[in-house]
């Protein structure tokens, strides 16, 4: 079964600064995984997908997330944090047997001024 | 484009009362999810429509469960009866279809509290 993990609750970066946000994947196959970030009391949001292709991926509102195939992973970054980035930021993964999106616990990011 | 629209925003009802929410998918997107979001649980998928036909609904907890589509522009999650334990913030998604592009369209969520 396809699957994501987010080793953290929460991230805490200062105004500024680079910020990352983890997440690594188990799947069979090649995986489609995603980035989705949540705003208090609103939906999710698509930031941004990895299918194939370039292993950086620009996404909306200056992120950029890396897939490492060798690692697993698909570390969600930027290289400048804003305050307004503070919100709740959810790593997924297209099953490809039953095309759930397969979403991970979430991690907090909070920007500090 | 007016996105994903969900009613009632906020509901709050006593244990054993039916509660029904409602969801509009973007107008074209052939997919409908309902998710379910709690501190203790995360984001849970209950289950998905492809054109107005139920495909997997066995994330739906239980027979007090049910969900109906039917058109293409209309969706409702029925809970009855309802307990304490179904508090949660209950969302809908709509996409072309996961084959895609894998990419959803939330709602704005229905925060839903049993008393």
């Known amino acids: 079964a396809q699957s994501v993990a987010q080793p953290e609750d929460q991230v805490n970066v200062a105004e500024g600064n680079p910020l990352t946000v983890k997440c690594t994947y188990s799947?069979?196959?090649?995986?489609?995984l995603f980035w989705y970030v949540q705003y208090p009391n609103r939906g999710l949001q698509f930031l941004l997908k990895y299918i194939t292709g370039d292993n950086l991926v620009k996404g909306s509102y200056g992120f950029e997330a890396e897939f490492n195939k060798s690692q697993t992973s698909f570390h969600l970054k930027k290289p400048s944090a804003l305050v307004s980035d503070s919100a709740l930021y959810f790593c997924?993964?297209?099953?490809?047997?039953?095309?759930?999106?397969?979403f991970g616990t979430g991690t907090r990011l909070q920007v500090f001024p | 484009d007016a996105g994903v629209i969900q009613s009632p925003r906020h509901e709050v009802t006593e244990m054993g009362q039916e509660v029904t929410l409602r969801c509009k998918p973007i107008?074209?997107?052939?997919?409908l999810f309902w998710y379910r979001q709690t501190m203790m649980r995360g984001l849970e998928l209950l289950i998905y429509f492809n054109n107005n036909v139920p495909i997997d609904d066995s994330g739906m907890p239980e027979d007090r469960f049910s969900a109906k589509m039917p058109n293409a522009s209309f969706s409702t999650l029925k809970i009855q009866p309802s307990e304490p334990r179904d508090s949660a913030v209950y969302f809908c998604?709509?996409?072309?279809?996961?084959?895609?592009?894998?990419?959803?369209?939330f709602g704005e969520g229905s925060r839903l509290t049993v008393l």
């Open positions: 799947v069979s196959g090649n995986p489609y």
């Open positions: 107008s074209g997107h052939d997919y």
């Open positions: 997924a993964v297209r099953d490809i047997d039953t095309d759930k999106l397969i």
């Open positions: 998604a709509s996409s072309t279809g996961p084959r895609d592009t894998g990419e959803l369209f």
